[in-house]
Protein backbone atom coordinates (compact mmCIF):
# COMPACT_ATOMS: atom_id res chain seq x y z
CA UNK A 1 0.00 0.00 0.00
CA UNK A 2 2.67 2.59 0.62
CA UNK A 3 4.13 1.79 -2.82
CA UNK A 4 0.74 2.59 -3.89
CA UNK A 5 0.57 6.09 -2.24
CA UNK A 6 4.33 6.69 -3.66
CA UNK A 7 3.45 5.65 -7.15
CA UNK A 8 0.03 8.15 -6.92
CA UNK A 9 2.45 11.08 -5.51
CA UNK A 10 4.86 10.69 -8.11
CA UNK A 11 2.57 10.48 -11.18
CA UNK A 12 1.10 13.68 -9.64
CA UNK A 13 4.08 15.77 -9.23
CA UNK A 14 5.35 14.90 -12.88
CA UNK A 15 1.90 15.41 -14.05
CA UNK A 16 1.45 18.88 -12.54
CA UNK A 17 5.16 19.75 -13.52
CA UNK A 18 4.98 19.46 -17.45
CA UNK A 19 2.76 21.73 -18.22
CA UNK A 20 4.64 24.49 -16.08
CA UNK A 21 7.96 23.26 -17.36
CA UNK A 22 6.08 23.58 -21.30
CA UNK A 23 4.46 26.90 -20.00
CA UNK A 24 8.08 28.09 -19.49
CA UNK A 25 9.76 27.37 -22.31
CA UNK A 26 7.33 29.12 -24.49
CA UNK A 27 7.20 32.05 -22.68
CA UNK A 28 11.07 31.98 -22.95
CA UNK A 29 10.66 31.36 -26.78
CA UNK A 30 7.94 33.75 -26.77
CA UNK A 31 10.46 36.47 -25.18
CA UNK A 32 12.75 35.81 -27.44
CA UNK A 33 10.83 35.95 -30.61
CA UNK A 34 9.09 39.49 -29.11
CA UNK A 35 13.18 40.88 -29.05
CA UNK A 36 13.57 39.66 -32.70
CA UNK A 37 10.69 42.14 -33.69
CA UNK A 38 11.65 44.70 -31.40
CA UNK A 39 15.57 44.93 -32.68
CA UNK A 40 14.04 44.88 -36.21
CA UNK A 41 11.73 47.97 -35.40
CA UNK A 42 14.64 49.54 -33.90
CA UNK A 43 16.63 48.27 -36.89
CA UNK A 44 13.68 49.74 -39.44
CA UNK A 45 13.40 53.38 -37.45
CA UNK A 46 16.99 54.35 -37.89
CA UNK A 47 16.48 52.81 -42.07
CA UNK A 48 18.92 50.38 -41.23
CA UNK A 49 17.69 47.39 -43.54
CA UNK A 50 20.35 45.17 -43.53
CA UNK A 51 19.87 45.35 -40.00
CA UNK A 52 16.10 44.79 -40.03
CA UNK A 53 16.76 41.32 -42.12
CA UNK A 54 19.01 40.45 -39.41
CA UNK A 55 15.71 39.16 -38.38
CA UNK A 56 15.20 36.76 -41.34
CA UNK A 57 16.97 33.73 -41.68
CA UNK A 58 19.92 34.57 -44.30
CA UNK A 59 19.18 31.67 -46.62
CA UNK A 60 17.94 31.18 -50.40
CA UNK A 61 15.24 29.48 -48.88
CA UNK A 62 13.40 32.22 -47.03
CA UNK A 63 9.97 32.92 -48.43
CA UNK A 64 8.54 36.65 -48.54
CA UNK A 65 4.78 36.59 -50.09
CA UNK A 66 3.45 40.23 -50.41
CA UNK A 67 1.82 42.50 -52.40
CA UNK A 68 4.19 42.13 -55.47
CA UNK A 69 3.73 37.77 -55.12
CA UNK A 70 6.77 35.44 -53.81
CA UNK A 71 10.11 36.50 -53.20
CA UNK A 72 12.63 33.70 -52.69
CA UNK A 73 15.87 34.31 -50.62
CA UNK A 74 17.66 36.83 -48.23
CA UNK A 75 19.40 38.38 -50.74
CA UNK A 76 16.14 39.07 -52.71
CA UNK A 77 13.94 39.72 -50.33
CA UNK A 78 16.55 42.43 -48.83
CA UNK A 79 17.06 43.98 -52.40
CA UNK A 80 12.43 44.66 -52.75
CA UNK A 81 13.22 46.32 -49.87
CA UNK A 82 15.70 48.69 -50.91
CA UNK A 83 14.11 49.45 -53.64
CA UNK A 84 10.66 49.98 -51.59
CA UNK A 85 11.91 52.10 -48.97
CA UNK A 86 15.00 53.73 -50.62
CA UNK A 87 15.11 56.92 -47.98
CA UNK A 88 14.03 57.74 -44.64
CA UNK A 89 11.32 59.67 -45.50
CA UNK A 90 9.97 56.23 -47.27
CA UNK A 91 10.39 54.00 -44.54
CA UNK A 92 9.41 56.31 -41.42
CA UNK A 93 8.67 54.37 -38.19
CA UNK A 94 7.72 51.13 -37.69
CA UNK A 95 5.40 50.07 -35.08
CA UNK A 96 4.25 46.27 -34.80
CA UNK A 97 1.33 45.21 -33.34
CA UNK A 98 1.36 41.17 -31.99
CA UNK A 99 -1.76 39.80 -31.75
CA UNK A 100 -1.00 36.00 -31.30
CA UNK A 101 2.31 34.03 -31.20
CA UNK A 102 1.65 30.42 -31.43
CA UNK A 103 3.58 27.16 -31.60
CA UNK A 104 3.45 24.66 -34.70
CA UNK A 105 5.04 21.87 -34.85
CA UNK A 106 8.24 21.06 -33.42
CA UNK A 107 10.41 24.50 -32.69
CA UNK A 108 8.34 26.48 -34.79
CA UNK A 109 6.21 29.43 -34.30
CA UNK A 110 3.93 31.52 -36.57
CA UNK A 111 3.37 35.11 -34.87
CA UNK A 112 0.45 36.82 -36.81
CA UNK A 113 -0.12 40.55 -36.29
CA UNK A 114 -0.33 43.98 -37.56
CA UNK A 115 2.07 46.81 -39.04
CA UNK A 116 2.03 50.49 -38.87
CA UNK A 117 4.28 52.90 -40.95
CA UNK A 118 4.55 56.56 -39.90
CA UNK A 119 5.94 58.17 -42.71
CA UNK A 120 6.23 61.42 -44.81
CA UNK A 121 5.69 60.17 -47.75
CA UNK A 122 1.82 58.75 -46.44
CA UNK A 123 1.36 56.46 -43.52
CA UNK A 124 0.95 52.56 -44.28
CA UNK A 125 -0.72 49.80 -42.45
CA UNK A 126 -1.18 46.29 -42.71
CA UNK A 127 -1.16 42.43 -41.16
CA UNK A 128 1.41 40.04 -41.41
CA UNK A 129 1.73 36.38 -40.45
CA UNK A 130 5.53 35.19 -40.07
CA UNK A 131 6.81 32.00 -38.84
CA UNK A 132 9.88 31.74 -37.04
CA UNK A 133 12.63 29.05 -36.68
CA UNK A 134 14.81 28.21 -34.34
CA UNK A 135 18.38 28.25 -36.36
CA UNK A 136 21.65 27.72 -35.20
CA UNK A 137 20.00 28.70 -31.55
CA UNK A 138 18.99 32.02 -32.95
CA UNK A 139 15.32 32.71 -33.82
CA UNK A 140 15.09 33.37 -37.75
CA UNK A 141 11.70 34.31 -39.81
CA UNK A 142 11.79 31.74 -42.39
CA UNK A 143 8.51 32.62 -43.74
CA UNK A 144 6.49 35.82 -44.08
CA UNK A 145 3.26 37.43 -45.28
CA UNK A 146 2.63 40.71 -45.07
CA UNK A 147 0.05 42.42 -47.12
Not at 70 to 93: I, R
Not at 138 to 144: C, E, F, G, N
Request: net charge neutral; proline share 1%; hydrophobic share 40%.
Amino acid sequence: MKSLYLFILVILFSCGSQPKANQDTFEADKAAILKVMHDQEIAWNNHDLEGFMQGYWKSDSLKFYGSNGLTKGWEQTLTNYKKGYPTKADSGTLNFVINDITQIEGKNYWVMGEYHLKRDVGDADGVFIIIFKKIAGKWRIIADMTC
